[in-house]
């Protein structure tokens, strides 16, 4: 059972990125998602987040209208659209799956996500 995080890179300020996240060993229809991202220093930080059936996004304000989140149940996989991306922007990028419901507005505390992909480096260079 595992998550798969894939797509990092090195990119000019202004490029775009697209992350996946596949799952093996569990389907992920009955998990709510989020993308973190964690730079040298910080605490995980939780940016992005889809319900179990992609009706219902949630974004960080400071990543609003730039990265937008979707998933392909048939694929087992979620995705991470990062579009204008910016030197603040750089970091070790994760997914991670918890069994809850969707809940507006927020990102659930760090120990409810029971899968953690293993991180993807994403380097924006100014």
């Known amino acids: 059972v595992q998550l798969q995080a894939s797509g990092g890179g090195l990119v000019q300020t202004g490029g775009s990125l697209r992350l996946s996240c596949a799952a093996s060993g569990f389907t992920l229809d009955d998990y709510t998602i989020a993308w973190f991202r964690q730079a040298p220093g910080w605490g995980r930080e939780g940016i992005s987040q889809?319900?179990?059936?992609?009706?219902?996004?949630y974004y960080l304000d400071s990543v609003k209208g730039r990265f937008t989140i979707s998933r392909d149940n048939a694929k087992n996989t979620v995705y991470l659209q990062m579009n204008s991306l910016r030197p603040e922007d750089t970091a070790v990028y994760y997914c991670?799956?918890?069994?809850?419901?969707?809940?507006?507005?927020?990102?659930?505390?760090?120990?409810?996500?029971?899968?953690w992909g293993q991180g993807t480096q994403v380097t924006v260079s100014s």
């Open positions: 991670a799956a918890a069994r809850r419901q969707y809940v507006f507005g927020t990102i659930f505390p760090l120990d409810d996500y029971v899968y």
């Open positions: 889809i319900s179990s059936s992609g009706s219902n996004t």
